[in-house]
């Protein structure tokens, strides 16, 4: 196969409702591993244009159905839904102080593949100001830490029911199976320095696959408290580290990250108390926000669901609000980047792990988690990348003055 690119334009008729072109750019991908780049026409949805890596005009002709089918699906699996504005701050207009690009080049900031960011010792102080900044946080609102692995086993996430609605986003791990004649041929290829079977050993070589990278912090909180009775109205946990996701060809800069990493204050109580405190906890965050100086929006959201049997989930969390984020306007196709969401999960997970309220009743639970890599994208294009001149208001929120 040539890998030759050659750029298609598939026209949509009916045009793409514009609160789906979004979704259907970044979705797309996962069609064919041959789109290398996908645009949609943001201002009338009329058409999407791919580019494809060594496609002959008769796998072309395929994959416009393949395409064409999906894109018809996720319009079928939709409600035409607006999303809703509930809160606006700052001034946008005050301008970026630099481009994702910028932010990029930056000397203390070093690529260690796709999707994988190191930071150095300039960034990682400010990376480790804004984790402390969430642990104030944290503990002002009495939620205590939890230490949790960044591996899950299928087992538990089946039973979060993660595995069906987010198939394309899992990472899997595995090892090799117990056979030394494996281990040593495996052993002896990367002596001879064969890079190959070094990168890339014989799948019938490696144990099945019964475990994954974690794409969220709050899937092992629910263990932590399985078969518990609640014992006061509400009981706050939170915790923070890498989460993973396979985003395909979506991965660009800190704001898409295979690797990232999030914060996550989690919520398990009586009905009431989750809602009451989501939004004190959006009261909260709004306010550290404006102390960073970065402008904002709230506003309702839902997970992009690519698969079938997704409607009623997302038709479900749409109607009830069960999701807000926090977004920051920033240089991209959408101007604005999700930095922060607010989740409010009913009594789905807790009736899973069997964890009741104090009065005997199946808990509820929610969950407010903060990518800190995206924060930290948004101070440096908001306030730019001499981390030194930032706003005295902002710096002093972070402790960095000291
Ligand atoms: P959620 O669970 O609501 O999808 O994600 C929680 C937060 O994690 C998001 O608001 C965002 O800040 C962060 N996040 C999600 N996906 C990515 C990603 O691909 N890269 C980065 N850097 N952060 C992400
Ligand atoms: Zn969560």
């Known amino acids: 196969m040539s890998a030759t690119l050659r750029s298609e334009r598939i026209a949509l008729d009916p045009p793409l409702p514009a609160a789906l072109r979004r979704d259907v750019e970044q979705g797309v991908y996962y069609c064919s591993d041959l789109i290398a780049d996908a645009r949609v026409d943001r201002a009338a949805g009329a058409w999407i244009e791919l580019d494809l890596l060594g496609v002959s005009d008769a796998e072309l002709s395929d994959l416009t159905r393949v395409v064409r089918d999906w894109v018809e699906r996720t319009v079928a699996s939709s409600l035409a839904y607006e999303d809703t504005i509930a809160r606006e701050w700052g001034r946008p207009e005050a301008g970026f102080r630099a481009t994702p690009e910028q932010v990029l080049a930056s000397a203390d900031l070093h690529s260690m593949g796709e999707g994988l960011v190191a930071y150095g010792p300039r960034l990682a102080s400010v990376f480790g100001a804004l984790r402390e900044l969430w642990d104030r946080l944290a503990a002002e609102v009495g939620a205590t830490p939890l230490v949790l692995p960044a591996v899950a086993t299928l087992e538990h996430m089946q039973r979060c029911d993660f595995l069906r609605q987010f198939p394309q986003l899992l990472s899997f791990v595995t090892h090799f199976r117990e056979d030394f004649g494996v281990i040593d041929r495996y052993a002896e290829a990367c002596r001879r320095g064969d890079t190959e079977s070094a990168c890339a050993p014989p799948a019938q070589d490696m144990s099945s696959f019964r475990r994954m990278l974690r794409p969220a912090i709050c899937y092992h909180v629910y263990p932590c408290f399985e078969g518990e009775q609640l014992a006061g109205d509400l009981r706050l946990v939170h915790a923070w580290g890498d989460c993973f996701r396979y985003e395909s060809r979506n991965t660009t800069g800190l704001d898409r990250l295979f690797d990232f990493r999030m914060y996550e204050v989690v919520a398990l109580g009586s009905a009431d108390a989750v809602h009451r405190w989501r939004s004190g906890m959006m009261e ?18 839902n997970d992009p669901f690519f698969v079938s049997g997704s409607v009623l989930k997302s038709t479900f969390q749409r109607a009830h609000d069960l999701k807000y984020e926090l977004e920051v306007p920033f ?33 509820s639970s929610g969950c407010s988690a903060f990518g800190l890599d995206r924060i930290l994208a948004a101070l440096l294009v908001h306030h730019g990348t001499d981390v030194n001149a930032w706003p005295a208001p902002t710096r002093q929120t972070l402790g960095l003055n000291t």
């Open 284 to 301: 909260r965050v709004v306010e550290r926000f404006e102390a960073l100086g970065l402008p904002g929006r709230l506003k309702t959201s």
């Open 331 to 363: 240089p991209n196709r959408e101007g604005h980047l999700a930095v922060a969401s607010f989740n409010e999960h009913q009594d789905f997970f807790a009736s899973r792990f069997g964890i009741t309220t104090r009065d005997g009743e199946v808990a």
